[in-house]
């Protein structure tokens, strides 16, 4: 089982980038994909998730900011994210759980993780 994320990197106040987690070794369209952030000194804490069928889980802090996706056919989850603020920096982590809808929002409900990719904003 593999998860790759991609896209992190340095963005200024206010600007935008694109994460993207690449599956594989798992029946990706049987999953729940989530993505978790884990800033400097802090829990690690989710941001979104989103069901096999396309239904969309976000925490507060990025309702209206972060738009979670997923294309089962290339086996990949993407986290467009705009509006970005310095709190908003932070290791970003894809994951994948096989029967966790209702827990979707909690870490350890969560089967495979990959090995981050960094998002700093810079204020």
């Known amino acids: 089982v593999q998860l790759v994320e991609s896209g992190g990197g340095l963005v200024e106040f206010g600007g935008s980038l694109r994460l993207s987690c690449a599956a594989s070794?798992?029946?990706?369209?049987?999953?729940?994909m989530g993505w978790f952030r884990q800033g400097p000194g802090k829990e690690r804490e989710f941001v979104a998730a989103?069901?096999?069928?396309?239904?969309?889980y976000y925490a507060d802090s990025v309702k209206g900011r972060f738009t979670i996706s997923r294309d089962n056919g290339k086996n990949t989850v993407y986290l467009p994210m705009n509006n970005l603020k310095p709190e908003d920096t932070a290791v970003y982590y894809c994951?994948?759980?096989?029967?966790?809808?209702?827990?979707?929002?909690?870490?350890?409900?969560?089967?495979?993780w990959g090995q981050g990719t960094q998002v700093t904003v810079s204020s």
């Open positions: 070794g798992f029946t990706f369209s049987a999953y729940v």
């Open positions: 989103i069901s096999w069928l396309g239904n969309e």
């Open positions: 994951a994948a759980c096989k029967s966790c809808l209702n827990r979707s929002r909690r870490f350890e409900a969560y089967d495979y």
